[in-house]
């Protein structure tokens, strides 16, 4: 006999991603062949609550500052564990998110998470990496970073990481502003660069995964390679010219347009991101120097333009025999000085 149970029908979220995404998985995951003495009243509860458990990851996060605690609080909230080590002492903040915090790294690898996720800065990562005792993990822990460059990070847990680590390269495309309300449509980015082939780590690799498409982003699966191409041309523009408005201390005006109105909001974005990220999105994207030299000549470009065109009206001016006007008054340079108080 097989009966057909429906054990997650019972509808306890709305949204039209996780429906998708549990039946999907329920697919995977639950498979009954019989059932023929009497169930408990609550089986279907607690056959679902367990499946549920099972999903649920244990993840470590190394590096706790401002994207760390950001990625955190949505892993909290979503039902996982999650674990968290940095250089700096977070006990009392991670405690408000609900984080367990170790101030030992030893004692965060004794943990055995899942998953482990990078989140330092880029220019610490490969010094971090190096001194992490990763031989106290899991012999097959699968290990990600979330750095804003792609190809670095990649190379560096190829040539760093046991064979035996499975190893997947994230960059949400968005941060603690732009993604503070929702994550619906905002880009992730990533690249499954070593996933071994048993069930178990091809699930665990999906499960993470998933903890963003049912946030709602926008999955997009790319190498590291073509993200550091993109990037440099996108997000790398986009913090240098949010970082030069931002330095021009740009306010409100009774008259602000649109388009004024979100030069302001992209400072607003940019403007609370560190300066060792921005030097970072510098210094190891090898196509960002390129893209810097294209927006100085684009900017000569705008000027030249500008002023090619005034130099033109004054010469047109000047020397236009028909226009030259003989009689003309110049202006009295010390009444001028005098006028504009100028000693
Ligand atoms: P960040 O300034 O790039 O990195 C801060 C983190 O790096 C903190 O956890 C800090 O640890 C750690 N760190 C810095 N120097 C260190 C050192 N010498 N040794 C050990 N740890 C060090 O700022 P962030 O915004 O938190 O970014 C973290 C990562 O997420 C970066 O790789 C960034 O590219 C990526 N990311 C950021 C965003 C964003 O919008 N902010 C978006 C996507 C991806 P302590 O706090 O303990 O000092």
Redesign the pocket.
Known sequence: MLPCLNLLSSNTNTSPNRNALKKKRTNRNFKVWAIDAAQPFDSEAQEKAKIEKNRKLKIGLI??????Q?LAKRFVGTGNTVIAT???N?TSIAKNLGVIYFKDADDFCEEHPDVVIL???????E??LRNFPIQRLKRNTLFC?????KQFPKHLFLKLLPQDFDILCL????????GKKSWQDLPLVFEKVRIGSEAVRVDRCNSLLEIFEMEGCRMVEMSCEEHDRQAASSQFITHTVGRMLGTMELTETSISTKGYDSLRSLVDNTSN??F??YY??FMYNKNATTELFRLEQAFAQVKSQLFDNLHELIRNDIFDAESIDTDRKFPDDKKFCEDKNIT
């Open positions: 590096g706790f500052g401002n994207f760390g950001f940095s250089r700096t977070y989140c330092t800065s880029i220019l610490s990562t010094k971090t970073d979330v750095l804003s460059v960059h949400p495309m968005f941060g603690p502003d732009s991101d560190s060792e990220l970072g999105l």
